[in-house]
């Protein structure tokens, strides 16, 4: 089994975020051959997989809100974490409005939410990368431009 | 003493805790306002509108998430009663926290050197009464940690957590206790 499935959460149809989903479906494509499947979350959650989720690599991307996921992604991900037992690469792209060092203050919850608790309903091994951008309230168009090509470059790797 | 307490469930122990709070906290002479969040209808997903207001001089649109900012904002204790799902904030009160603790309420942007200004100082304590799933603690960090950033290190934290196969009555009395002696 191959292929991957990036689910997005953002409420606005233009947004850094939709950047981010862009881009990593553009790696994802260049890695696998094909198009991702895509899940997009608006303004409210969306119904989580019927069964499993058949897919290796499974990419979320969201801004990173009160230290954690935002909470239409987090019905999403309760709701559908039965369905991922056969997810080997759990992918997370996540803006960060504040600084590193507040999220650490903060306890960086929305990492530790996928993985120790995310991640543990996945297959046995199964890896956990963290791509995120830090401090974007105050970033210049340089770096988030720089961000949005390494994410790109990160999925591009099968 | 003005004291906030959010109901994000309406399943029976969150329900049963948020009673013992209004309860015990008017009895010893309190002013107690209880947010019932799915009472009240509360929508926690953030809409289209509410995130193109965030970063605007009136950030709050949902007239519900405005009245709850008001009550916050004058509150001097802040209680949450919450269902952990997935060791984290359930949905519904991570919804408010996104779409009540807007800039203006929670914390000040300075937009010259991007740094956060604490929005809520009158609050003085922080109660949260989980009933966890026994999977982490992350909803005790967002409350305690991330949210206290926004109110102060001086105010006082009080975490309660329900394990699972817990003694229900043993919490029911702590959390009764505490509130009576805010």
């Given at each position: 089994?191959?292929?991957?499935?990036?689910v997005h959460?953002?409420?606005?149809?233009?947004?850094?975020?939709?950047?981010?989903?862009?881009?990593?479906?553009a790696?994802?494509?260049?890695?696998?051959?094909?198009?991702?499947?895509?899940?997009?979350?608006?303004?409210?959650?969306?119904?989580?997989?019927?069964?499993?989720?058949?897919?290796?690599?499974?990419?979320?991307?969201?801004?990173?809100?009160?230290?954690?996921?935002?909470?239409?992604?987090?019905?999403?991900?309760?709701?559908?974490?039965?369905?991922?037992?056969?997810?080997?690469?759990?992918?997370?792209?996540?803006?960060?409005?504040?600084?590193?060092?507040?999220?650490?203050l903060?306890?960086e919850?929305?990492?530790?939410?996928?993985?120790?608790?995310?991640?543990?309903r996945?297959a046995?091994g199964?890896?956990?990368?963290?791509?995120?951008?830090?401090?974007?309230?105050?970033?210049?168009?340089?770096?988030?431009?720089?961000?949005?090509?390494?994410?790109?470059?990160?999925?591009?790797?099968? | 003493?003005?004291?906030?307490?959010?109901?994000?469930?309406?399943?029976?122990?969150?329900?049963?805790?948020?009673?013992?709070?209004?309860?015990?906290?008017?009895?010893?002479?309190?002013d107690?306002?209880?947010?019932?969040?799915?009472?009240?209808?509360?929508?926690?997903?953030?809409?289209?509108?509410?995130?193109?207001?965030?970063?605007?001089?009136?950030?709050?649109?949902?007239?519900?998430?405005?009245?709850?900012?008001?009550?916050?904002?004058?509150a001097?204790?802040?209680?949450?009663?919450?269902?952990?799902?997935?060791?984290s904030?359930?949905?519904?009160?991570?919804?408010?926290?996104?779409?009540?603790?807007?800039?203006?309420?929670?914390?000040?942007?300075d937009?010259?050197?991007?740094?956060?200004?604490?929005?809520?100082?009158?609050?003085?304590?922080?109660?949260?009464?989980?009933?966890?799933?026994?999977?982490?603690?992350?909803?005790?960090?967002?409350?305690?940690?991330?949210?206290?950033?926004?109110?102060?290190l001086?105010?006082?934290?009080?975490?309660?957590?329900?394990?699972?196969?817990?003694?229900?009555?043993?919490l029911?009395?702590?959390?009764?206790?505490?509130?009576r002696?805010?």
């Amino acid at each position: 089994m191959s292929g991957a499935i990036v689910v997005h959460c953002h409420p606005l149809a233009e947004s850094f975020s939709g950047a981010m989903r862009d881009r990593a479906i553009a790696g994802l494509t260049t890695a696998h051959g094909h198009r991702p499947q895509v899940v997009e979350i608006g303004e409210s959650p969306v119904a989580p997989p019927a069964e499993r989720l058949a897919v290796e690599t499974l990419v979320l991307v969201y801004p990173t809100w009160w230290s954690g996921q935002p909470a239409a992604l987090s019905r999403w991900l309760y709701e559908s974490v039965p369905t991922f037992g056969e997810v080997r690469r759990v992918i997370a792209i996540s803006s960060h409005g504040s600084p590193k060092r507040t999220n650490l203050l903060e306890g960086e919850n929305g990492k530790r939410v996928l993985r120790d608790v995310v991640l543990r309903r996945c297959a046995a091994g199964a890896q956990f990368e963290w791509i995120a951008f830090y401090n974007i309230d105050a970033a210049p168009l340089s770096k988030r431009v720089a961000f949005l090509d390494r994410v790109e470059r990160r999925l591009s790797r099968p | 003493v003005k004291v906030v307490v959010v109901q994000s469930s309406d399943d029976e122990t969150v329900a049963r805790l948020a009673s013992i709070c209004v309860a015990a906290a008017s009895a010893a002479g309190h002013d107690v306002r209880l947010l019932d969040l799915v009472g009240d209808g509360f929508v926690p997903w953030m809409s289209a509108a509410d995130r193109a207001a965030y970063h605007e001089a009136e950030p709050l649109v949902d007239p519900l998430a405005t009245r709850y900012a008001a009550e916050t904002k004058a509150a001097e204790v802040l209680v949450f009663i919450d269902r952990a799902q997935l060791s984290s904030l359930s949905p519904m009160l991570k919804g408010w926290l996104e779409k009540v603790l807007v800039p203006g309420v929670a914390f000040v942007l300075d937009e010259r050197t991007h740094r956060v200004k604490r929005g809520l100082t009158d609050v003085r304590r922080l109660v949260g009464v989980n009933v966890g799933d026994g999977l982490g603690s992350n909803s005790k960090r967002t409350i305690l940690r991330a949210l206290r950033l926004c109110t102060g290190l001086r105010t006082r934290p009080s975490w309660y957590e329900l394990r699972p196969n817990g003694d229900v009555a043993e919490l029911f009395g702590r959390v009764e206790k505490r509130m009576r002696s805010l």
